[in-house]
């Protein structure tokens, strides 16, 4: 497998973080509706294959295709597909005879890994009409042989959601270390209330928030990223210093979070059944609007003052299928997809928890969003996402390590020395 530069993923950079962007729900979110393949190759119509179902997002997607064909920009069509199956179908889409046009998905090294096999459509020429974009967008956009085959949206934080109110009635605050946190836990476990909300249901890539963050936060993002890049091992005791931090806080998460997927996690912690909940803020588009003021989060608690702080900041946006049958057509999307208007109806029409890609694109005017920008600008590094850090073909190596772990952390050992052998057959292919 062809490797991003780390480098190109330690995007804060010399950037300020205005204009830095993810499809609020394009996580990976999902619940299902249409699943065809394709524009076909003379149809002047654009598919564009979605993965966004949260309500919001898919009514904010929808109005973005809708006013895309109103301005008699082209003619677009909108598939939105359940996220689990979009993202094992992927590699099949855009593999077949007659793929979808376009995508939603992630910037990095998952688009370079498909980039790598031929399989994205070249969208340099895009670019050059968007010369005001962060230079940290323009490279996290480009794949290893320099091509821009990436168009970002915006992009979103991961932090420990709660409400407000709740926090309030139960007479506590925001931790900051990490002792702060398990003081937290014990404090609402013993008002009867479940600390630590889990989505794994048919979500289990939730989990690896969790890994992600206790690697950064204990041995720093560079070994973190060269983890994921096959330079380091999943066997190594660094990885299983991971684990015993995890393992300290198991107890406090709920038991019934392995059961059902993030989005009855969300409605859990709204409910005030849970305490908080790590998550990104793509979750908000699943919750009602009249809970969103009542929305805070606190940044993962630091572990190692010594560690350099990074936070997960995925950016997503669009690539598009090397075999399209309407190349043009596929390019005037993208443009409108990049541009202010475009993206600022995403933010009004979802929960607009989101930072925009173009620079020119207004966020909403909430303290959350004011909270969330302030966090990602504070941090020395920035990762994405276990899969976007690596690859769609790791991340279910990590979602078997860690929902193994989660149910048997006595048998972490084993489970490192097979998480291992997972991906060596992983970049060996």
């Known amino acids: 497998m062809s490797d991003f530069d780390p480098g190109r993923r330690r995007f804060l950079g010399n950037m300020g973080l205005a204009g830095l962007g993810v499809l609020g729900a394009g996580s990976l979110v999902g ?55 979009f993202r094992t179908q992927l590699p099949t889409y855009l593999t077949s005879a007659n793929p979808p046009d376009l995508y939603t998905w992630y910037a990095g090294s998952v688009a370079n890994d498909y980039a790598s096999k031929g399989l994205l459509l070249d969208v340099s020429d895009v ?24 168009v970002p949206m915006n992009n979103y934080w991961w932090g420990f959601f709660y409400r407000k109110s709740n926090f309030a009635k139960w007479g506590v605050q925001e931790p900051k270390t990490w002792a702060d946190f398990i003081a937290l836990c014990k404090t609402l476990e013993s008002k009867g209330i479940p600390p630590i909300g889990i989505g794994l249901g048919d979500t289990p890539w939730v989990a690896s928030a969790w890994f992600d963050y206790l690697n950064i936060r204990i041995n720093g993002a560079p070994f973190h990223r060269e983890l994921l890049a ?48 790590l998550i990104g803020t793509f979750f908000a588009d699943a919750a009602p609007k009249d809970a969103l003021g009542d929305l805070d989060f606190f940044q993962f608690p630091i572990i190692d003052p010594a560690v350099p702080v990074a936070e997960e900041a995925p950016t997503d946006g669009f690539f598009a299928s090397a075999r399209t049958g309407n190349p043009t057509g596929t390019k005037d999307l993208l443009r409108y997809l990049a541009s202010v208007e475009a993206q600022e109806l995403y933010i009004a029409s979802s929960s607009g928890i989101i930072l925009p890609a173009n620079p020119g694109a207004k966020a909403a005017d909430s303290p959350l969003v004011a909270k969330g920008k302030a966090m990602l600008e ?35 050992d084993a489970i490192l020395r097979e998480w291992q052998a997972g991906a060596e057959k992983v970049f060996k292919g």
Request: with cysteine; hydrophobic share 35%.
């Open 31 to 85: 619940c299902a509706s249409s699943a065809s393949t394709g524009g076909g190759k003379n149809s002047g119509t654009i598919t564009l294959q979605s993965n966004l179902s949260s309500p919001q997002a898919k009514v904010a997607m929808e109005k973005i295709v809708e006013n895309f064909t109103k301005q008699g920009k082209g003619a677009a069509t909108l598939n939105t597909i359940a996220a689990e199956t």
């Open 127 to 150: 670019w050059q009409g968007m010369a005001d974009y962060p230079e940290a967008l323009r490279t996290l956009s480009t794949d290893a042989s320099g091509r821009k085959v990436f």
């Open 230 to 277: 096959g330079k380091q091992r999943f066997d190594d005791p660094k990885v299983k210093a991971v684990f015993t931090r995890w393992r300290e806080v198991l107890p406090y998460f709920d038991p019934k979070g392995k059961a059902y997927p993030f989005q009855e996690a969300t409605t859990a912690l709204l409910g005030g059944k849970t305490g908080m909940f």
């Open 378 to 412: 504070s941090a020395k590094e920035l990762t994405q996402f276990f899969n976007r850090d690596s690859s769609d073909a790791l991340q279910p190596t990590a979602d078997t390590a860690l929902t193994k772990f989660m149910d048997k952390p006595d048998d972490i």
